[in-house]
């Protein structure tokens, strides 16, 4: 196992345009999750889930996102008429949770989106 | 408040140093707290976690959990330049998300 695996490694687009990014969980890890990071800041939550159930979307997720999971395995995150500021790394981790307690996250190497 | 609270730093420590770096939480009942490392242009990696009040050593890596005071900090013994990094705090809430600090940057000098 090699490890979370995320694609593309970097994406320049256009504003106004579509772009879809893949994440490949470690293959027993049951929980995955989107994460958001721009310059200087801390990576943000955006959705996460377990299996195929998506549990959880933040605020900061507005209807341009959209994320699915659709067998619990590999997940793509879509973002529809990318603005400028949807400009940063997006990160994919997954986590084998048992309950409340998850041993940490392993993260993958991220996406970087530049929208020119 | 922002869940998780962090100085941003820059701090710089003189190699062989102990480096301290310190984090503060908002939600009382959160039980787990982690500390992840970041290379400049590289996804976190995780160091260390933490879950029960007091020290966890690990190598070079002292984290210190005091629940009462809600504060979660990270010593690094003998700092060496490849330590050099952002240190982030992790702290997962009862919604099962982790919430991270903005990240304190490290420097350590030859």
């Known amino acids: 196992d090699t490890g979370v695996s995320q694609n593309p490694r970097h994406k320049i687009t256009k504003r106004g345009q579509n772009v879809t990014f893949r994440c490949d969980p470690i293959s027993e890890h049951n929980r995955l999750y989107w994460y958001r990071q721009t310059l200087g800041q801390g990576p943000e939550f955006l959705t996460y889930?377990?299996?195929?159930?998506?549990?959880?979307k933040s605020r900061l997720l507005s209807d341009r996102f959209s994320a699915e999971r659709p067998k619990g395995s590999f997940s793509t995150l879509e973002i529809q008429r990318t603005e400028q500021g949807d400009s940063a790394m997006y990160l994919c981790?997954?986590?084998?949770?048992?309950?409340?307690?998850?041993?940490?996250?392993?993260f993958g190497s991220g996406t970087r989106l530049t929208v020119v | 408040q922002k869940e998780v609270e962090q100085n941003s730093g820059p701090l710089s420590v003189p190699e062989g140093a102990i480096a301290s770096l310190n984090c503060t939480y908002s939600?009382?009942?959160?039980?787990?707290f982690f500390w992840y490392r970041q290379y400049s242009g590289k996804s976190p990696e995780l160091i260390m976690s933490?879950?029960?009040?007091g020290d966890k050593e690990d190598g070079r890596f002292t984290a210190q959990l005091n629940k009462a005071s809600q504060y979660v900090s990270l010593l690094i013994r003998d700092s060496q330049p490849s330590d050099s990094a952002t240190y982030l705090c992790?702290?997962?809430?009862?919604?099962?998300?982790?919430?991270f600090g903005t990240g304190t940057s490290l420097t350590v000098i030859p």
């Open positions: 992790a702290v997962l809430n009862t919604g099962n998300q982790f919430y």
């Open positions: 933490i879950y029960s009040n």
């Open positions: 939600d009382r009942v959160s039980q787990s």
């Open positions: 889930f377990q299996n195929e159930a998506q549990l959880e």
């Open positions: 981790a997954s986590s084998l949770g048992r309950g409340v307690s998850v041993n940490g996250y392993t």
